[in-house]
């Protein structure tokens, strides 16, 4: 994974139309929710009645509702290759991005790759401590050689889906 796509801003604005466009009909639509407290805190114990749904100003049914209570887990996985020490900048730029756009809840793990991966923070809801270990990443330490893939299933493994995920209270 290198750097963040570059899009100019004129690209971003523009709508493509097309002359067939795809039309679908659905029963069911799953619509994820995070629902957090004025000072960040996960909202527990939520329950069907509390949610309304509209859809083009017309109430739908809330047909089916599953409350998950653990907070995400979320692998930040970098390239740390001597190329991308070229990118260091927009990858510190794109990271923080994320950090500052997870729930406080949210957990992350910071794993870097170019030959094998390397854990460099274990899951934390602590998002200056991610951040300090972004910042102490040692680019020049890779190889030319990135074997992407492998490092994904290897991350995967390594963490597992099993890990305990707590944000601690300061």
Request: include cysteine; proline fraction near 5%.
């Amino acid at each position: 994974m290198g750097g963040p796509a570059l899009v100019r801003a004129q690209d971003t604005n523009k709508t493509h139309s097309s002359d067939n466009p795809i039309h679908v009909s659905v029963d069911r639509v799953n619509i994820g929710i995070t629902v957090i407290g004025l000072h960040g805190t996960f909202i527990k114990e939520l329950r069907r009645e509390d949610f309304r749904v509209f859809d083009d100003g017309e109430e739908q049914p809330v047909i089916g509702f599953l409350s998950i209570e653990e907070p995400a887990q979320v692998v930040l996985l970098l390239e740390c290759g001597p190329a991308a020490l070229f990118l260091k900048k927009s990858e510190f730029q794109a990271a923080n991005t994320l950090l500052a756009s997870i729930s406080p809840v949210d957990c992350v793990a910071i794993v870097s790759y170019s030959r094998s991966p390397d854990l460099v923070v274990d899951f934390t809801g602590d998002k200056s401590e991610a951040r300090a270990a972004l910042r102490g990443m040692n680019f020049m330490a890779g190889f030319g050689e990135l074997n992407l893939a492998p490092s994904v299933a290897a991350a995967l493994d390594w963490l597992g889906w099993d890990r305990d995920c707590r944000v601690r209270e300061k």
